[in-house]
């Protein structure tokens, strides 16, 4: 779907600085060749299989099932990957091309503290320096990921600028890259920023929905109905719908962060609020204001608290392929309880605006169709901030 | 001819930068004045943006005061509508893709020909992107300017081919920022724009003192400074006018003092 300007719809592009170009282009003349390169397909295969635990299981949730009393209800296990996220998918194919690049440093930016943890650990597998860029509110609000990331080797930075949120982050992490291009690679944890990055994390993403199609095949002897993932630059959600892009029956479901509600101004629902703009070398959909400056957004999510989307989603949902739902803070926190105690598995708060979804969805359904959630991480590192929010203090 | 190519005509140019509404737009428009009569050739007028990529902690911060003091682009154009009335040098903005793209690229840069701005500078815009807003700049005469990095190498000849009012030759890896020392072989990125373009060129990034200014323009055809200006603001605030234009004059003088 990418054109040769890594364009998706009119979204996407290299809006970036002239300092970057080559790094870019460099980029992608590799990617190009490495993608079709039998020997590295094997061994970044063998990476995701003995590494990282996969391929990671589709669950049938009986109870959930049992309960919502529509459609039958799978989870895609991407929070028992090691590292406890997809973000791990995505972190060993970057860091091994860029160790085929001749690259010796990792930078990432970092929300909740996955991809961070996902890259400080692939760094440390092949042996490369990092650094990641993790807002200051956010080294707050997942302080033991900043602990998990440095007992890797890492180095994490707190970016006070702005929001002090992912966006914020993700600035510093670009500048960081203008300033040290020669040796290092930014490992970019989304399906954004500018081409080829959208196409490369996807790519790396993708091994979600093929598994889930040769899972659910091999289970129920057809296509899932739905497939729901939460978004916030989209990388999990992209890696969950690819494989069905071209299934028109099944609906592909993004789960936006609502925040505190749409009509707030403390949400970061980009297809929900947002306007085409340009930022973070994308064209896509933004939380902006009426001059085009971008809006501090707000989620108890760590992870989805970014005013911004992947260009392919924008893509996806110009053309109507995939729709796109807010889900608050509230609906997410409930969600997280549910299936922790209804399955005993305790969701990552991102995973949980799609958990929440799928509890309004499954119920409008027939018995014989199948949604299929995807549980992108898991929710250890978010109890100490759920129970702050059900006021009740933990310590760590 | 371009108007920008009149800030060229008087020896090498020096070439000042402020962030508009820094600390209100008041002080912007005492500073310009100011500037333009202590000597700058041409003015770089930033319109701030929530989260400027390409700018270091200096003009971050400038942005973010600038912002909280409720600085809009209508306010900003207004500014420039009433700097017309006396001050005569080209002045462009320096700014964003999203500000540009969000106002609407056609509304935007027609506004900018009508309040009198020579050009645009977008950090973000690179020369495979730059179709985005160039065929409207053409149109409503407004030089969209192309920038020239360390990194740019087999690129330069491509860029400056099509570049037009001037070339933004960028000093050094990074953000912007003052730097003790420039490494860059800047005389061999402008004897290669030179070979591919009759623009001229003004070496910005990290650029502070006197004998920074006197080198840089020495190789090129001006030299552009932007943190050091702004650090006194963030310093001086509303009475940081005498202070710029002191530091103006003297790094007019410098430029002109260097022999090619």
Request: with cysteine.
């Amino acid at each position: 779907m990418t054109n040769p300007k890594g364009r998706f719809g009119i979204h996407g592009g290299q809006y970036i600085p002239e300092t970057l170009m080559n790094a870019v282009i460099e980029l992608e003349a590799a990617y190009d060749h490495y993608k079709n390169d039998p020997a590295f397909q094997a061994e970044l295969t063998q990476l995701l299989n003995d590494y990282a635990g996969r391929p990671s299981r589709l669950y049938y949730a009986a109870k959930v099932t049992e309960d919502l009393g529509g459609a039958k209800v799978y989870l895609k296990r991407e929070d028992l990957n090691h590292t406890g996220a997809h973000k791990i998918n995505n972190v060993l194919g970057q860091a091994l091309l860029a160790k085929k690049m001749g690259k010796s440093r990792l930078i990432a930016e970092t929300g909740a503290g996955q991809h961070g943890v996902a890259t400080a650990t692939a760094a440390a597998l092949v042996g490369m320096e990092c650094v990641v860029f993790m807002g200051e509110e956010d080294t707050k609000r997942q302080a033991l990921n900043v602990y998990k990331m440095r007992l890797l080797g890492a180095e994490v930075i707190p970016v006070t600028t702005g929001t002090g949120t992912l966006k914020d982050a993700c600035s510093a992490a670009f500048r960081e890259w203008t300033n040290r291009i020669a040796d290092t690679h930014y490992c970019l944890g989304s399906v954004m920023g500018p081409h080829p990055f959208p196409t490369i994390v996807r790519d790396f993403q993708a091994v979600i929905s093929r598994e889930i199609k040769e899972q659910l095949m091999e289970k129920e002897g057809k296509l899932p109905d739905a497939v729901i993932a939460c978004v916030g630059g989209g990388s999990n959600a992209i890696g969950a719908f690819y494989h069905f892009i071209d299934d028109p029956s099944v609906r592909l479901i993004g789960c936006e962060a609502a925040g505190r509600g749409v009509n707030t101004a403390e949400t970061a629902a980009t297809i929900a609020t947002g306007r085409l703009g340009i930022f973070h070398g994308m064209k896509s959909y933004f939380c902006q204001d009426q001059f085009g400056q971008i809006a501090p957004v707000y989620s108890i999510s760590a992870g989805l608290d970014y005013p911004g989307i992947g260009p392919e989603h924008a893509h996806l949902h110009d053309i109507s392929r995939a729709e796109y739902v807010p889900i608050t803070d509230d609906e997410a926190v409930e969600a997280f309880e549910y299936l922790s105690r209804m399955e005993g598995i305790i969701p990552a708060i991102e995973s949980a605006h799609a958990v929440a979804y799928a509890r309004k969805l499954a119920p409008t359904m027939r018995k014989d169709q199948i949604i299929v959630v995807n549980i992108s991480g898991r929710g250890d590192k978010d109890c100490a901030a759920i129970a702050r929010y059900r006021g009740e203090d933990i310590h760590e | 001819m371009s108007n920008i190519a009149k800030a060229f005509a008087n020896g090498k140019a020096f070439i000042p930068f402020v962030t508009c509404g820094d600390p209100d737009l008041e002080t912007t428009a005492n500073i310009v004045r100011a500037m333009a009569e202590a000597g700058a050739d041409l003015i770089e007028l930033g319109i701030p943006f929530s989260d400027p990529t390409a700018e270091g902690p200096v003009i971050q911060s400038a942005n973010v005061r600038a912002l909280s003091a409720g600085t809009t682009t209508d306010r900003i154009f207004d500014l420039v509508q009433d700097l017309r009335k006396d001050v005569t040098i080209p002045m462009v903005f320096m700014t964003y893709a999203n500000v540009v793209f969000s106002y609407g690229a056609e509304k935007f840069i027609s506004t900018c020909q009508e309040i009198g701005i020579d050009g645009l500078i977008l950090p973000d815009i690179p020369y495979e992107e730059k179709d985005e807003f160039d065929p409207i700049c053409k149109r409503y005469g407004v030089d969209l300017i192309s920038m020239v990095a360390p990194t740019s190498e087999d690129r330069i000849a491509m860029v400056a081919k099509e570049a037009s009012g001037f070339i933004y030759v960028v000093s050094s890896l990074g953000v912007t920022g003052v730097r003790s020392e420039i490494t860059t072989d800047i005389g061999a990125m402008v004897e290669l724009i030179r070979a591919n373009s009759s623009c001229p060129c003004a070496v910005g990034f990290g650029i502070s003192t006197p004998e920074q200014a006197k080198k840089m323009a020495g190789l090129a055809d001006g030299a552009i400074v932007g943190s050091a200006i702004v650090k006194l603001i963030a310093q001086y605030g509303r009475e940081a006018v005498p202070y710029v234009a002191d530091y103006v004059k003297q790094m007019k003088e410098a430029v002109l003092s260097c022999e090619t």
